[in-house]
């Protein structure tokens, strides 16, 4: 049964999936419904924790490395691969366009999955060297994302057990999918990066909002932090804001359990019934902080149209709102007026607004 945290929400479960079951299928279910948050217990084969630590060693040592050299890599360049490929500079992205005047203040770099037929992308040093295991661990999160879908269409009585393995199939074509590390540098009072330059006054609020408030795009993300190094905030029913803490069960787990949140593409997928949930980074106290998060998304031309499930058919008018909610987001018009989103259509409009492309 849930629990409460200190301030009285239902808390984030921490469930076990490595024997899965239709009990554990509805947990995820619930979950995900309900927060749109989970946390997915390490069970130390799926996604080793060394490597974990690995990737995190890799993430610091480019983040330190000279702005120049970075920037020979700059997201949607060329050199780096392409579209919504490559380094990110201090507040060279806004998540939350709407509600900041300027940038977050972090740096990130996205790295894009080996196809089938082709290498990595090209990557700056230290990830060019390390490429083997930037690629094991996408396959390994790939993997873990697959095992979530599969419990969700479980739960959900898709006819189809393999519905949404096909659609997530990365051997049949390109997808959206990201891995992407992220750094946010420690700031000051008057910060160098501009945490407070939004020079409406509010200097607390300017500096603690790290990554605006804002939903991601695709079906599943993992998202990976380390130990002391808080800071992620959903957004809740009644309008506040909920931590979420980095390891919930301290004194039984000794690996952080790997968050997982819901995206926008399930929940278009699942008439609003999965809930693709508003949350932000806020770090009052300033410190650096570094995470990573794998975005995983269905094949470009998937349509977005809803699955084929009873339980998601009769969720159809309590779930219009949220859908209303999420076409508002890209453009569109709120009722739909029959027309049906691709995957990659839905990720263009998401980057256009974020990237201005």
């Given at each position: 049964m849930?629990?409460s945290?200190?301030?009285?929400?239902?808390?984030?479960?921490?469930?076990e999936?490595?024997?899965?079951?239709?009990?554990?299928?509805q947990q995820?279910?619930?979950?995900a419904?309900t927060?749109?948050f989970?946390?997915?217990k390490?069970d130390?084969?799926?996604?080793?924790?060394?490597?974990?630590?690995d990737?995190?060693?890799l993430s610091?040592?480019?983040?330190?490395?000279?702005?120049?050299q970075?920037?020979e890599?700059?997201?949607?360049?060329?050199?780096a691969?392409?579209?919504?490929?490559g380094?990110?500079s201090m507040?060279?992205?806004s998540?939350?366009?709407e509600g900041?005047?300027q940038?977050?203040p972090?740096?990130?770099?996205?790295?894009?999955?080996p196809?089938?037929?082709t290498?990595?992308?090209?990557?700056p040093?230290?990830?060019q060297?390390s490429?083997?295991l930037i690629?094991?661990?996408?396959?390994?999160?790939?993997t873990?994302?697959?095992?979530?879908?599969?419990?969700?269409g479980?739960?959900?009585?898709?006819?189809?057990?393999?519905?949404f393995?096909?659609r997530?199939?990365?051997?049949?074509?390109p997808?959206?999918?990201?891995?992407?590390?992220?750094?946010?540098?420690?700031?000051?009072a008057?910060?160098e990066?501009?945490g407070?330059?939004d020079?409406?006054?509010?200097e607390?609020?300017?500096?603690?909002?790290?990554a605006?408030?804002?939903?991601?795009y695709?079906?599943v993300?993992?998202?990976?932090?380390?130990?002391g190094?808080?800071?992620?905030?959903?957004?809740t029913?009644?309008g506040g804001?909920?931590?979420?803490?980095?390891?919930?069960?301290?004194?039984?787990l000794?690996?952080?359990?790997?968050?997982?949140?819901?995206g926008d593409?399930?929940c278009?997928w699942?008439?609003?019934?999965?809930k693709?949930?508003v949350?932000?980074?806020?770090f009052s106290?300033g410190?650096?902080?570094?995470?990573?998060?794998y975005?995983?998304h269905p094949?470009?031309?998937v349509e977005l149209?809803?699955?084929?499930s009873?339980?998601?058919e009769?969720?159809?008018?309590e779930?219009?709102?949220e859908?209303?909610?999420q076409?508002?987001?890209?453009?569109?018009?709120?009722?739909?007026?029959?027309e049906?989103l691709?995957a990659?259509?839905?990720?263009?409009?998401r980057?256009?607004v974020?990237?201005?492309?």
């Amino acid at each position: 049964m849930p629990h409460s945290d200190e301030h009285g929400h239902t808390a984030i479960p921490v469930i076990e999936i490595s024997k899965p079951s239709d009990e554990v299928a509805q947990q995820v279910l619930h979950a995900a419904s309900t927060h749109g948050f989970l946390y997915i217990k390490n069970d130390g084969v799926t996604i080793p924790p060394k490597d974990i630590a690995d990737m995190f060693k890799l993430s610091k040592e480019f983040f330190a490395a000279p702005k120049e050299q970075k920037a020979e890599y700059a997201i949607h360049s060329k050199k780096a691969g392409g579209i919504n490929r490559g380094w990110v500079s201090m507040q060279g992205e806004s998540l939350d366009p709407e509600g900041q005047k300027q940038g977050d203040p972090k740096e990130a770099f996205n790295i894009a999955p080996p196809y089938p037929t082709t290498t990595l992308q090209p990557l700056p040093s230290p990830f060019q060297e390390s490429s083997p295991l930037i690629s094991r661990f996408q396959s390994s999160c790939h993997t873990l994302c697959t095992s979530i879908l599969a419990l969700l269409g479980t739960a959900l009585h898709i006819p189809d057990p393999a519905y949404f393995s096909t659609r997530h199939n990365q051997s049949r074509g390109p997808s959206g999918t990201i891995f992407r590390m992220l750094y946010y540098p420690k700031t000051c009072a008057q910060g160098e990066d501009g945490g407070d330059g939004d020079g409406d006054g509010d200097e607390e609020t300017t500096t603690r909002i790290r990554a605006g408030a804002h939903s991601d795009y695709g079906s599943v993300t993992l998202l990976f932090r380390l130990p002391g190094q808080p800071g992620l905030e959903l957004l809740t029913k009644g309008g506040g804001w909920m931590s979420v803490p980095v390891n919930p069960d301290e004194e039984h787990l000794v690996d952080p359990p790997i968050l997982v949140n819901i995206g926008d593409l399930l929940c278009y997928w699942t008439n609003g019934m999965l809930k693709s949930t508003v949350h932000r980074v806020t770090f009052s106290g300033g410190e650096e902080r570094y995470s990573m998060a794998y975005f995983c998304h269905p094949l470009d031309e998937v349509e977005l149209s809803a699955v084929p499930s009873r339980i998601i058919e009769g969720f159809r008018e309590e779930g219009a709102e949220e859908l209303r909610v999420q076409r508002r987001r890209l453009g569109l018009s709120e009722d739909g007026d029959g027309e049906v989103l691709t995957a990659r259509g839905h990720l263009d409009r998401r980057l256009k607004v974020t990237y201005g492309i």
